[in-house]
């Protein structure tokens, strides 16, 4: 029987405008169920959408530059992969009162881009990621019961990722490149449950630079061992 064994170490965390997206998920705190992943969009391929993004050890598509780019190297010469997944936040809640409210249920697109090009001449493949891996956004209007906490929130990041990786041997392979990362929160909300036209908004934007780094290790056809750093 063939088994595959995976692992990954990663501790991601958005670098840019650490102290304006704090704002914003607070709010949405105050508004949503709690949730595990938070604002963060961890889904960047099928693939590894389908098991569970336990996909850092396999990543032998173009998106490993996002699960482990030390992955690229098993790719032979040009390879492309673009997609998009649409995320609608349809939320409700009914106060104590019986007064009800609704999240705006339009769908949210998440785009995202990966290029790779393994060299004929050398070990030596490289890339380039442009994905959103934070964001979301919640709007509940503006009369809702609670607008003196939030009407609305979105955070918008996005990450650009140049990654060059070597194959060491036919066995192991590392990685690393640079995160060129943009983000921008915005918060609205009202001063009065009494006026549904006063409001105070927030806009902030900021970019920032980080790096993510991976290591693949196959000794056996059956056996692998990934660790990546973000």
């Known amino acids: ?58 990543a032998d598509n173009a998106s490993a530059i996002y699960y482990n780019p030390a992955g690229i190297t098993q790719l032979d010469g040009f390879q492309a992969q673009a997609g998009m997944y649409l995320i609608s936040a349809d939320t409700s809640y009914t106060s104590p009162k019986g007064v009800k409210a609704e999240t705006d249920a339009t769908p949210q697109p998440v785009p995202q881009l990966y290029v790779v090009d393994s060299l004929q001449s050398a070990p030596l493949s490289f890339g380039l990621g442009i994905y959103a891996p934070y964001g979301l956004g919640m709007n509940w209007g503006d009369n809702s019961p609670f607008r003196t906490l939030a009407e609305r929130g979105k955070v918008l990041y996005a990450c650009v990722n140049p990654v060059g990786a070597w194959r060491v041997n036919s066995t192991l392979s590392i990685a690393i490149g640079p995160t060129i990362n943009y983000s921008q929160a915005t918060l609205k909300q009202g001063f009065s449950t009494l006026n549904p036209t006063d409001s105070f908004r927030f806009d902030g934007d900021d970019l920032d630079f980080g790096f993510n780094a991976g290591v693949r290790w196959q000794p056996l056809s059956s056996w692998r061992r990934s660790t990546c750093e973000t």
């Open 1 to 58: 029987m063939k088994q595959t064994y995976e692992a990954c170490l990663s501790r991601p965390r958005p670098r840019p405008a650490a102290i304006k997206t704090a704002v914003i998920l607070q709010v949405l705190a105050l508004t949503l169920p709690a949730g595990a992943v938070g604002t963060r969009l961890p889904n960047q391929d099928p693939e590894g959408i389908a098991r569970g993004n336990a996909f850092a050890a396999t």
